[in-house]
């Protein structure tokens, strides 16, 4: 695996390599002492979640979780394509409220490295994408947020063209302007 850092420190860009043949292909996702050597994390996951998206154009996020349940993902995308973010919401940080965007697909098998401290999101650039991450910690309702997906401060190109589709939460989110971190 070769993991690249992002403009924002502590985010990494992960591409896995491919053993491929005329069955197909063999890839490994994730390796403990590996992850843990190139991300500084410990490599504890406990939970592993799993999305489908029927349409492209569909939006999920931007959300986070507060301390003590703040959560680190490791996201691919397992079937079609997104565009996943991460915003840095670490007050202090010298990328504070900056994002990163990455292309993850089941052709590219990339995936994308989220520490705790960053708001995440995605958007399906195609119909009928899965996306699996694992996740630091467990969900917790009384932590769970969201911050507006096209908040004006934070100017993500979702590469939507048309409607995005969105839950109610994800639709009346709080913009980031009027977002006091708790990282």
């Known amino acids: 695996m070769e993991f690249i850092e992002t403009a ?3 985010v990494f860009l992960i591409k ?3 053993y491929e043949d005329k069955r197909g292909f063999f890839s490994e996702t994730f390796k403990k002492k590996t992850f843990m050597a190139m991300t500084g994390h410990q490599g504890q996951f406990v939970q592993d979640n799993f999305s489908y998206s029927k349409r492209k154009g569909t939006v999920r996020g931007l959300h986070y979780q507060s ?3 703040a959560q680190g993902k490791l996201v691919r995308c397992t079937r079609g394509k997104i565009l996943d973010v991460a915003v840095d919401a670490r007050k202090g940080s010298p990328t504070y ?4 965007c990455y292309e993850l697909s089941f052709e590219n098998g990339d995936q994308l490295w989220i520490p705790p401290g960053f708001l995440h999101g995605f958007s399906t ?14 969900y917790s309702p009384e932590c769970d947020s969201a911050i507006i997906w096209n908040d004006p401060m934070l100017n993500i190109d979702w590469k939507i063209n048309g409607e995005a589709f969105l839950s109610n939460k994800d639709a009346s989110a709080q913009r980031f302007e009027d977002f006091i971190s708790p990282f």
């Open 8 to 10: 924002l420190k502590s």
């Open 16 to 18: 896995a390599r491919r």
């Open 67 to 69: 301390p003590p349940k």
């Open 97 to 100: 409220g900056r994002h990163v």
């Open 125 to 138: 650039l195609s119909d009928d994408s899965e996306v699996a991450y694992k996740c630091t910690e467990y």
